[in-house]
């Protein structure tokens, strides 16, 4: 295994390995660090911040389904200065470590995503870039997803990109991505992470009422990994700019499959509420992997799918 690199470059951020967490499953890191060693991982993804703090939507926020869960969190978050505040001194050392960071950026408007945006740029200097998150709901426009839409999507980035000379990613939302994409691209997306979570119910029959506090929510899990592997393989048909896959990830061959599919990173997320050291595990399995196919650097496997 020693013989296969797995460094990859994902969007100008040099990371060891492909490895990342998926935001919002994973809190800042630190409380990942009892269980095993966050520094191994490639990246991780920080759980989304607002400018100001966000109180998220009422209990209960999280459900079990077959094959996976759902959650309607509402991306509760303490905002942008507490995060720093709190979490930086830890995330600081784990970049020191070799681990990049990346900040989840959340708004509910453009000049929210700008606000929020200007303070971690300001407050975060040792983050390696920052992660749209534009599945967030819209409240100036009706409560859709700013990335519902190429226009939607497009005007974020576009308002954000004179913002940071970091690499801007963008969290995408599981609709219309090939355009979607495209229009992020142009407008200076330096990456994507594809997918969010797919909206999901799941009803109590004996109450008749939702599981969780709201009609919908985010439905992740093994259940929707191949359709996330399909919707990588679609997005990096797409554009030119690199892509994290996330969506199902329980094994390395989960993360193999969207090596294969075009992703250079790929992101563990649910899997981490079952075991804490998945992430690792991941890695380790992705590594040995990567050794079976007699390469000698895991980059010769990406995109390497043959229709």
Known sequence: MGDVSMAVDFAGIP?????????????????????????????????GCAAEPWAGNPKPRMTEVPGGMMNSVGLQNPGVRAFAEESG???ADLTAKGTAVICQVAGHSVEEYVAALELFDELCPWAAA???NVSCPNIAC??????????????????????????????MAPVRLPEIARALETEGADGLTVINSIPGMAIDVHTRRSKISRPTGGLSGPLLHPIAVRMVWEVCQAVDIPVCGVGGVMTGEDAAEFILAGATSV??????????AASARVLHELEAW???????????????FEC
Not at 24 to 30: K, R
Not at 291 to 298: D, E, F, R, Y
Request: aromatic share 8%; with cysteine; proline share 6%.
């Open 15 to 47: 990371l060891k390995n492909p490895i990342n967490t998926a935001a919002g499953t994973f809190g800042q890191g630190w409380q990942f660090q009892n269980f095993m060693d966050v520094s191994e991982l490639g990246a991780i993804t920080t759980k």
């Open 267 to 276: 992101a563990v997320g649910m899997a981490s509420f079952i075991d804490p």
């Open 130 to 132: 920052f992660e749209l």
């Open 142 to 171: 009706g409560g859709a997803a700013m990335g519902s839409t190429p226009e939607g999507a497009a005007e974020v980035m576009r308002a954000c990109r004179p913002v940071t000379k970091k690499p801007l990613l963008v969290k």
């Open 89 to 91: 001194p830890y995330l």
């Open 290 to 304: 990567a050794a079976s196919q007699g390469v000698k650097s895991i980059t010769e496997l990406i995109g390497a």
